[in-house]
Nanobody
Framework: QVQLAESGGGSVQAGGSLRLSCAVS????????????MGWFRQVPGKRREGVAA???????SYAYSAEGRFTISRDNSRTTFYLQINRLQVDDTAMYYC?????????????????????WGQGTQVIVAS
């Protein structure tokens, strides 16, 4: 059973940084290969959840246009924790941030940003950026 749990959110001033963590359990190699697309998403009330960063089992990363240059997705060696580093935070970054995993693919296809295929999610961590 896959379980995800986000942490690291909080209230920060614009221009600051945060590192969000996603603790992952239940994701294991498939015939010796890591088969997943791990993504970070965010959602504000009244809007659809949007993908901001993703990484596959071969450590290929993908970012939403709005995230390029300020967001970095990474993981620890054991692949039990995934991170989202956000620098130069902006007020528009205020949102609930979720991590999700798609275990049906070895890579993150272009549609990952929509969340299609992601069936396992954490409970979210709130990020509030004050001006």
């Amino acid at each position: 059973q896959v379980q995800l749990a986000e942490s690291g959110g909080g209230s920060v001033q614009a221009g600051g940084s945060l590192r969000l963590s996603c603790a992952v359990s239940g994701v294991t190699p498939v015939y010796g290969n890591w088969k997943y697309c791990m993504g970070w998403f965010r959602q504000v009330p009244g809007k659809r959840r949007e993908g901001v960063a993703a990484v596959d089992g071969s450590d290929r990363t993908s970012y939403a246009y709005s995230a390029e240059g300020r967001f970095t997705i990474s993981r620890d060696n054991s692949r039990t924790t995934f991170y989202l580093q956000i620098n130069r935070l902006q007020v528009d970054d205020t949102a609930m941030y979720y991590c999700g995993v798609d275990l049906s693919n070895y890579i993150c296809y272009s549609f990952w940003k929509s969340g299609d295929g992601f069936v396992d999610w954490g409970q979210g961590t709130q990020v509030i950026v004050a001006s």
